[in-house]
């Protein structure tokens, strides 16, 4: 039998949580609440729920940063709230940020559990590695099933760590992972802490996959100690070039 799905509501309108956990248990979800996002991170890291209701608007932290700050250390999907007018910019930044669902409220608790269900599936067909390709770029695509990456003509076999490491980075290209988020997902929560054992890795896939380690177009870092996989195409922009250069002739 399957386990029921963990939901974390992150609420601080106590009206408004209690209706949501009181709908969600009646639905067979295992709920779990917060009032605030400093609380909702700390039981995010606990249980690993598989997906996230989110409030925008909440003291000390909004939704936003507590977005950014979850999306270091999961994946799960993120569904926010919000109870003022919602602008165009304000859904375009909680998408940026790694929301999957943006809606206002009053809600509407059968449309709620609607969103729910459909980002669950979808996370579940990733879990279940129906993924079978991530691909940032046009030229780079990393086939998961046998840990290979292609990088235009090149082909490049990866160990079980280096996939799930540049996997993982590639999955949140252009989003900045702080050492402790890589450590937490790829080695578990027991190795946060141990920086070094990123950088070993980073540098070992530089080694692998860049055209010059020193100088890496691909796997870019922070000076505040955070990685990224760059989504910009260095291939396709040498074609570019390259197609651009013979209309000149």
């Not at 936003?64 to 919602?86: S, V």
């Not at 608790?109 to 969103?115: K, T, Y």
């Amino acid at each position: 039998m399957q386990q029921p799905w963990r939901v974390l509501v992150i609420e601080d309108d106590p009206d408004v949580l209690r209706m949501i956990l009181m709908m969600l248990t009646k639905g067979g979800y295992e709920v779990a609440s917060a009032p605030d996002a400093l609380a909702g991170l700390r039981v995010a890291y606990k249980i690993r729920p598989h997906a996230i209701i989110l409030d925008v608007m909440m003291p000390d932290m909004d939704g936003f940063e507590a977005c950014r700050r979850l999306r270091e250390m999961t994946d799960a999907p993120i569904l926010f709230l919000t109870g003022k007018a919602t602008t165009a910019e304000d859904v375009v930044k909680g998408f940026d940020l790694g929301a999957d669902e943006y809606m206002t409220k009053p809600i509407k608790f059968g449309e709620l559990l609607s969103r729910l269900r459909v980002c669950l599936r979808r996370a579940d067909a990733a879990l279940d590695g129906n993924v079978k390709y991530l691909s940032p770029t046009p030229s780079v695509i990393l086939d998961c099933a046998r840990r290979e990456l292609l990088i235009g003509e090149r082909r490049i076999y990866l160990r079980p760590k280096e996939y799930e490491v540049l996997s993982l980075l590639m999955h949140f290209a252009g989003r900045v992972l702080t050492p402790d988020a890589i450590l937490h997902r790829v080695w578990g929560p027991e190795r946060v802490g141990d920086p070094g054992l990123v950088k070993q890795y980073i540098y070992q896939l530089r080694q692998k996959i860049e055209v010059d380690p020193r100088e890496p177009d691909y796997i870019q870092s922070i000076p505040s100690g955070g990685y990224y996989f760059s989504t910009m195409d260095p291939v396709a922009l040498i074609v570019s070039q390259d197609e651009c250069a013979g209309t000149r002739h």
